[in-house]
T-cell receptor
Framework: DGGITQSPKYLFRKEGQNVTLSCEQNLNHDAMYWYRQDPGQGLRLIYYSQIVNDFQKGDIAEGYSVSREKKESFPLTVTSAQKNPTAFYLC????????????FGAGTRLSVL | QKEVEQDPGPLSVPEGAIVSLNCTYSNSAFQYFMWYRQYSRKGPELLMYTYSSGNKEDGRFTAQVDKSSKYISLFIRDSQPSDSATYLCATPNRDDKIIFGKGTRLHILP
C-alpha cells in the first residue's frame, strides 16, 4: 500500500534533549512537508523540501531542523532550542502531477516530560 | 485579514441532518479548494477537491465554491455519527504553499 508512515506515534522529550521524528513515503512524491498542529491554531508549516538535498524554512522553523538525503525520507529533529515542543506533528507530501493536494501521515504526538 | 478563515465550532447536529461547513478566503486569485477530514489523533485525509466556481458532488458530500463572495462550503447530507471529525478547508496560495483553515469540529449526535 502506498502512503506516508510517521513514527513513532507517541514521543516524550526530556528537558535539553533533541528528538527526531521519522517520515517515510513510498508515493514517489518529490515534495515533503512538516506541520505542527496545536489546538485552535490549525496547521503551521515548519519546513518543506521540494527536492532531495534541498529544503526551506516554513513559518515556524526556529528550534527545528530537517534533512532530505533520500526522496523517500524527511526526518524532523526537534532541538532543545524549541521551548514549547508539545504538539501534534504531521508530515505530508505531494507529487508534481497533483501539487495542490497534500497527503498526510498519521502524525506523531510529542510531549515534554 | 487571514488568507483563509474558518469557524472552529464545535458544531453539533442530530444524526440525519444536513450539515453546512464554511470558509472564507481573502485572495480572489485562489482557484483550487480542498476539504480535508481529520479524525481525532489522526492525520487529515482529502475529502473533496474543487477548481474554480460551482458545485462538486461525491456521495453524501457536496463542495461549493462562490468566487464572487470568496466563500467555500461543504455540505453533508444524511449525516452519520461517523462523520464526527474536524473539517479543514485549504487552498494553495500564489507561492504554491497550501493555506489551511483552522478547522471546524463537527459532532453528529446519535
Amino acid at each position: 500500500d502506498g502512503g506516508i508512515t510517521q513514527s513513532p506515534k507517541y514521543l516524550f522529550r526530556k528537558e535539553g534533549q533533541n528528538v527526531t521524528l521519522s517520515c517515510e513515503q513510498n508515493l514517489n512524491h518529490d515534495a515533503m512537508y512538516w506541520y505542527r498542529q496545536d489546538p485552535g491554531q490549525g496547521l503551521r508549516l515548519i519546513y518543506y523540501s521540494q527536492i532531495v538535498n534541498d529544503f526551506q524554512k516554513g513559518d515556524i522553523a526556529e528550534g527545528y531542523s530537517v534533512s532530505r538525503e533520500k526522496k523517500e525520507s524527511f526526518p524532523l529533529t526537534v532541538t532543545s532550542a524549541q521551548k514549547n515542543p508539545t504538539a501534534f506533528y504531521l508530515c505530508a507530501s505531494n507529487g508534481q502531477a497533483t501539487k495542490n493536494i497534500q497527503y498526510f501521515g498519521a502524525g506523531t504526538r510529542l510531549s515534554v516530560l | 485579514q487571514k488568507e483563509v478563515e474558518q469557524d472552529p465550532g464545535p458544531l453539533s447536529v442530530p444524526e440525519g441532518a444536513i450539515v453546512s461547513l464554511n470558509c472564507t478566503y481573502s485572495n480572489s486569485a485562489f482557484q483550487y479548494f480542498m476539504w480535508y477530514r481529520q479524525y481525532s489523533r489522526k492525520g487529515p485525509e482529502l475529502l473533496m477537491y474543487t477548481y474554480s466556481s460551482g458545485n462538486k458532488e461525491d456521495g453524501r458530500f457536496t463542495a461549493q465554491v462562490d468566487k464572487s463572495s470568496k466563500y467555500i462550503s461543504l455540505f453533508i447530507r444524511d449525516s452519520q455519527p461517523s462523520d464526527s471529525a474536524t473539517y479543514l478547508c485549504a487552498t494553495p496560495n500564489r507561492d504554491d504553499k497550501i493555506i489551511f483553515g483552522k478547522g471546524t469540529r463537527l459532532h453528529i449526535l446519535p
